[in-house]
Structures are given as C-alpha cells and as structure tokens.
Nanobody, 115 residues
Framework: QVQLVESGGGLVQPGGSLRLSCAAS????????MRWYRQAPGKDRDLVAA???????NYADSVKGRFTISRDNAKNTVYLQMNSLKPEDTAVYYC?????????WGVGTQVTVSS
C-alpha cells in the first residue's frame, strides 16, 4: 500500500536548521510531483514547497531563500532543507505525492522553532 513517512522534525532555536525527509513506497515515485505542506494550530494547511517529477521547484514566498526542496528518485525520498528558521515556521509539516487524479499524504512531523 502507499506510504509516505516523514522524519527529521523537532525543536530548534530561531536561526537554526532542520532537514525533513519523506520516504515513499507503494507507487512509482519518479512519476509523482512531491510537495511539502505545513499547518500551524488554528490555521489552514499551506503549501510550502513543491518539486515536479522533472525537478522543477516552487516555494511559498514566506520560505524563499531559506528552504530547499529536493528529491532522490533512487531512494524514493523527498527532502526539505530548512535554514534560518523562525518561530512562525512552527507547524506540523506534511509530505504529499501528487499525480492527477491521485494524491497521497503522510501523517506529518512536528517542527517547533523556539528559544
């Protein structure tokens, strides 16, 4: 069955870095666009970064220049490198795989940015 398993979240001080990973299985990873979303308490789930199956990337304005999305098709894994973290980056981060009409989600990993 399809699985997306996020890892790498945790508590980090402002200005610090984290690298999230999402390991995928159960579908042809290289044919899917991969996305990272985040959801803070009481707020909507927002798109943070996306990478197409061809490697084209897009970012939310709030993370441009600080976050980098990448994928390793040989490992069926997508990454989100997060630098210069701010308290407002605190949220549950979700990995998603998309290839119309299919969309799959992971269960999320908590990222907390606090001193």
């Amino acid at each position: 069955q399809v699985q997306l398993v996020e890892s790498g979240g945790g508590l980090v001080q402002p200005g610090g870095s984290l690298r999230l990973s999402c390991a995928a299985s159960g579908f042809i990873f290289r044919t899917y666009a991969m996305r990272w979303y985040r959801q803070a308490p009481g707020k909507d789930r927002d798109l943070v970064a996306a990478i197409s199956n061809f490697g084209v990337t897009n970012y939310a304005d709030s993370v441009k220049g600080r976050f980098t999305i990448s994928r390793d098709n040989a490992k069926n894994t997508v990454y989100l490198q997060m630098n210069s973290l701010k308290p407002e980056d605190t949220a549950v981060y979700y990995c998603s795989a998309y290839s119309r009409p299919y969309a799959y989600w992971g269960v999320g990993t908590q990222v907390t940015v606090s001193s």
